[in-house]
């Protein structure tokens, strides 16, 4: 009995093994990058193309206490959240009725395909025209970027849900809103968090270049501010913050994910 306890247990100490050597090999890798960022930067010896790595260490851990620095990633990630709700509201309305009903997939497939193929950067023009500067061109350009992974990840999560499924529930007298509420949102939901995480990172990326256009304030635009002053070593480190805020919104989404759908996960890993 102990011995078969033991079997049972060994595979979860193997993942954990596994995992580990995951987490110090990503380590090690930036390591890697790290000290050859320092050497390079010696041996180029060019502080507006490489800047040293410990001046720019000494921006990037300055960058977390400073309150300027922080008020702007405030302004920033409230710009992201509304423009990513804009997205979720108006996205998986659109993507629930373009997947339940065939009418609607040809009524409106066309037009999502021929607008999500704008690059984002082209409706810059077009949105200050409409919203003026500030907060309004950001919002905007958020919500573009994000609402089309959201719509495209939600139409595939419906379409993807067994039709026996959604017949059986009508055989037994629901209707369209029970079949929605019990059938459909449930089964498009993984499909739905998979379109947020792309649709959150799609938004915090076009928040960044909006910011270097459209407004004086935010993360953005303290970048542009460090180029104009040839701050190289602080453009860098902001650089490194942006990526890390990105990474920490992806992964609370992630852990949501998990959250959610756990039924999805074994050992932490999706299998289906």
């Given at each position: ?264 996960f074994k050992n932490g890993k999706a299998v289906g």
């Amino acid at each position: 009995m102990e011995n078969h306890e033991r079997s049972i247990r060994l595979p979860d100490n193997g993942n954990k093994v596994k995992a580990m050597q995951q987490k110090l090999l990503g380590v090690a890798v930036i390591a890697i990058i790290f000290v050859a960022w320092f050497i390079a930067a010696r041996i180029i010896s060019k502080p507006l193309v490489l800047p040293d790595f410990v001046e720019t260490m000494q921006q990037f851990f300055k960058g977390w206490v400073d309150s300027r620095t922080m008020s702007n990633l405030g302004i920033t990630l409230k710009r992201v959240l509304t423009g990513s709700a804009y997205a979720v509201l108006v996205g998986t309305v659109i993507g629930l009725l373009m997947g339940y009903s065939t009418k609607v997939m040809m009524a409106v497939s066309p037009i999502v395909n021929s607008i999500r193929q704008i690059p984002i950067m082209a409706w810059v023009p077009l949105s200050i025209i409409w919203f003026g500067l500030g907060e309004g061109p950001t919002v905007f350009l958020i919500f573009m970027s994000a609402v089309f992974p959201l719509i495209i990840n939600t139409v595939s999560g419906v379409t993807g849900i067994d039709p026996n499924y959604i017949n059986a529930a009508r055989s037994m007298g629901a209707g369209t809103v029970a079949i929605y509420r019990d059938v459909i949102i449930p089964g498009t939901l993984p499909s739905f968090l998979t379109g947020l995480r792309l649709a959150v990172g799609s938004g915090w990326m076009s928040v960044i270049c909006a910011e270097f256009i459209a407004t004086s304030k935010g993360f953005g635009f303290l970048m542009i501010e460090a180029q104009e002053r040839m701050q190289t070593s602080k453009l860098y480190a902001l650089m490194i913050m942006s990526a890390i805020v990105g990474f920490v919104i992806d992964q609370l989404i992630r852990l949501l994910e998990k959250r959610l759908t756990s039924w999805r996960f074994k050992n932490g890993k999706a299998v289906g």
